[in-house]
T-cell receptor
Framework: DSGVTQTPKHLITATGQRVTLRCSPR?????VYWYQQSLDQGLQFLIQ???????AKGNILERFSAQQFPDLHSELNLSSLELGDSALYFC????????????FGQGTRLTVV | DAKTTQPNSMESNEEEPVHLPCNHS???????IHWYRQLPSQGPEYVIH???SNVNNRMASLAIAEDRKSSTLILHRATLRDAAVYYC?????????FGAGTRLTVKP
């Protein structure tokens, strides 16, 4: 158990819809990272928040957004969903702002039908 | 981000040492070398990281070449639980994309 909690574990939704994925980091960790893992793209870094502020941006689509709340939990919002957005979405947390040891959650499997 | 190259797959026998290679010929002086692994149906798990010197922890050892253009993750005694995809990534202090990794199969 990494200490990172992601909900829900599974999500099935229709194209065009909007969903929110939630992540609770390990106690004491200030950074949250979001990754997308699909079969043909591997693990893609989406975005990092550190202590409530956006710290780094990766290959995140404009239809996707994230935020980190004062209690340090984070949400990833995916809108206007397309079939190609079906993937595993992982959240990871780390103690500092720099990328060293990151602890990953079990992921949310999103299926868009 | 600097690129890493790993073999697609490797096999090992249980209780034998495993050396997983990674080439990173375009590494810069500030790039840290990280290794993660992903067991089936799980999120990636941190294994080890280093900058210039060899590193040891309870899971593995990381041997870094003197010119830093390559590194090797060493599992001292492979167990069936070590069967996973192993990722070698470089980071200058920010998160990066993971490559395809090496799929390690451990045979009993």
């Amino acid at each position: 158990d990494s200490g990172v909690t992601q909900t829900p574990k599974h999500l099935i939704t229709a194209t065009g819809q909007r969903v929110t994925l939630r992540c609770s980091p390990r106690s004491g960790d200030l950074s949250v990272y979001w990754y997308q893992q699909s079969l043909d793209q591997g693990l893609q870094f989406l975005i990092q928040y550190y202590n409530g502020e956006e710290r780094a941006k990766g290959n995140i689509l404009e239809r996707f957004s994230a935020q980190q709340f004062p209690d340090l939990h984070s949400e990833l919002n995916l809108s206007s969903l397309e079939l190609g957005d079906s993937a595993l979405y992982f959240c990871a947390s780390g103690a500092g702002a720099g990328y060293t040891e990151a602890f990953f959650g079990q992921g949310t499997r999103l299926t868009v039908v | 981000d600097a690129k890493t190259t790993q073999p697609n797959s490797m096999e090992s026998n249980e209780e034998e040492p495993v050396h997983l290679p990674c080439n990173h010929s375009t590494i810069s002086g500030t790039d840290y070398i990280h290794w993660y692994r992903q067991l089936p149906s799980q999120g990636p798990e941190y294994v080890i990281h280093g900058l210039t010197s060899n590193v040891n922890n309870r899971m593995a050892s990381l041997a870094i070449a003197e010119d830093r253009k390559s590194s090797t993750l060493i599992l001292h005694r492979a167990t069936l639980r070590d069967a996973a995809v192993y990722y070698c990534i470089l980071s200058r202090g920010r998160a990066v994309r993971f490559g395809a990794g090496t799929r390690l199969t451990v045979k009993p």
